[in-house]
């Protein structure tokens, strides 16, 4: 009889891969362990769930449990977790309710995820400190907060902040995504924030342009902001008062710690499993580990980053998922490429919509071997007769030798998140600045000038490179 395909992990890259794999090869089992309650769900609308936007837990669910059994026949046993594997005797070790055992596989796919970094700060252990990676993290927020959390059934949250006092005001220690998208959703909830960025801008990743239009943004949405200002300690007895950044504490009664994610790689380390150089784990272009027969995916794993050909990290949904989804094909039997990443995100940041994809960053241009040159420019969202159009902020890299386009970044009031995705699209085909300045966009009044902002900047930055 056939072991089993087995995969670590039930959220996106994990249950992508044994839907697909069960949907092309039927007759075959596929067994998902899930060290906790939730599954397929979508964490980057946790925020939104604090805000209010999102109503209850359930609502960030995509397919539940059930579903995954019942209809598609996956064996996923939720509440058991992996805690040792053998790539030799092709076994996992299993700790479940009903005690340890060991589980064979004939392919083994590792989906263990990331990890919200914890900084070694005095303080992270104080009452009222959060970080935000789980569902169970987005409901102990909501309580803090004070705000009822229905349909919490599925893991009950912690309830230390029953008999506290309403929160008037929060530290989010971070500037990067979680930071900016908790800044909004906090302040919706009627707190005083600070936002902390050791950096002298926040969303490092989207450029320096785009970043000081949303700080300006942000200012006028009364967020406090700290750039340049490291946080030295979180102030507190038991629960925590301030934040010492600089030379002074900041009186808070929250604090909310984003400062990046880490990859789960400790299961695979042990394994003797290959780490690469992001410190992720390392994978060809089909998924497969250094070990035969274990796949990696999802915001474990790393991949090739279409514009430099190098390995990276960058941990996005969209990754996930179609990485899980490839490997899933390839397991039954139709080997299939994971893709390149060009770390195309977006942000929603009150009023503004603020995009990137590829190499924005000239420094690390360079350093992957180009000659970068860039260019900003402003250009409106719509015609310029039509009402309610506004400037859309567009930088465009590109590379001087070849002419090649090598990343962008866009902030706007409207228009920004789907643009960048016809950037993205001239990345994966190596487009240079002529060609996506001839792209054959649509036009309409209410929806862009004639020249697109995506043409324009294309012939400005081709301009400069000639």
Same mark, same amino acid.
Do not use: M, N
């Given at each position: 009889m056939t072991a089993p395909v087995v995969v670590v992990g039930g959220d996106a890259a994990g249950m992508s891969a044994a +839907?697909? =794999?069960?949907?092309?090869?039927? *007759?075959? /089992?596929?067994?998902? =362990?899930?060290?906790?309650?939730?599954? %397929?769900?979508?964490a980057c609308g946790l925020p939104?769930?604090?805000?209010?936007?999102?109503?209850?837990?359930?609502d960030l669910v %995509?397919?539940?449990p059930e579903a995954f059994v019942e209809e598609r026949g996956i064996?996923?046993?939720?509440?058991?977790?992996?805690?040792?594997?053998?790539?030799?005797?092709? &076994?996992? &070790?299993?700790? @479940?309710? #009903?005690?340890? =055992?060991?589980? %064979?596989?004939?392919?083994?796919?590792? +989906? &263990?995820?990331?990890?919200a970094v914890e900084p070694p700060l005095d303080g992270m252990e104080r009452d009222g400190v959060f970080t935000l990676h789980s569902m169970h993290a987005g409901a102990e927020i909501r309580r803090a907060l004070g705000v009822e959390t229905p349909s919490v059934d599925r893991r009950? $949250?912690?309830?230390?902040? $029953? /008999?506290?006092?309403?929160?008037? +005001?929060?530290?989010?220690?971070? @500037?990067?995504?979680?930071?900016?998208e908790m800044a909004e959703a906090f302040a919706e909830r009627g707190l005083d924030v600070h936002v902390f960025e050791m950096l002298p801008h926040t969303l490092q990743p989207f450029g320096a342009e785009a970043a000081a239009t949303v700080e300006d943004h942000l200012r006028e949405q009364g967020i406090d902001l700290h750039l340049d200002t490291p946080v030295g300690a979180i102030r507190g007895d038991e629960r925590v008062t301030a934040i010492a950044a600089g030379d002074e504490d900041v009186p808070v009664d929250l604090a909310l710690v984003g400062v990046g994610v880490a990859p789960n790689t400790e299961l695979a380390e042990d394994a003797g499993i290959e780490l690469g150089p992001t410190g992720a784990i390392a994978t060809d272009e089909y998924g497969r580990t250094s070990e035969d027969h274990v796949y990696a995916a999802?915001?474990?794993?790393?991949?090739?980053h279409v514009v430099t050909g190098e390995p990276d990290h960058v941990p996005l949904a969209l990754t996930a998922n179609r990485e899980g989804r490839a490997i899933g094909q390839t397991l039954a039997g139709d080997p299939t490429p994971v893709g390149e990443i060009a770390g195309t995100a977006a942000v929603k940041a009150f009023d503004l919509e603020v995009a990137r994809t590829g190499v924005i960053d000239e420094d690390a241009a360079r350093e992957a071997g180009f000659e970068p040159v860039s260019v900003t420019i402003t250009a409106p969202s719509r015609a310029h007769y039509y009402p309610g159009g506004s400037e859309i902020q567009f930088t465009i890299v590109g590379d001087r030798e070849s002419g090649r386009v090598l990343g962008a970044s866009m902030v706007?009031? *409207?228009?920004?998140?789907?643009?960048? #995705?016809?950037v993205a699209a001239a990345l994966h085909a190596e487009m240079t600045a002529h060609q996506l300045s001839y792209l054959d966009l649509a036009y309409a009044p209410p929806f862009s000038p004639v020249w697109d902002p995506v043409l324009t900047a294309a012939k400005v930055l081709e301009g400069k490179l000639e």
């Open positions: +839907s697909k =794999f069960k949907r092309d090869a039927p *007759e075959r /089992d596929v067994v998902v =362990f899930e060290r906790g309650e939730w599954v %397929s769900y979508g939104y769930y604090v805000k209010g936007a999102v109503e209850t837990l359930e %995509s397919v539940t064996d996923l046993r939720t509440h058991h977790e992996v805690t040792a594997i053998d790539p030799e005797d092709r &076994t996992v &070790t299993v700790a @479940g309710p #009903d005690g340890e =055992f060991e589980q %064979s596989y004939g392919d083994l796919l590792i +989906s &263990t995820g990331a990890r009950e $949250a912690a309830s230390v902040y $029953a /008999d506290a006092e309403s929160p008037e +005001s929060v530290g989010i220690i971070g @500037g990067g995504y979680v930071g900016i999802g915001d474990c794993a790393e991949a090739t706007g009031r *409207e228009g920004v998140a789907k643009r960048i #995705d016809t």
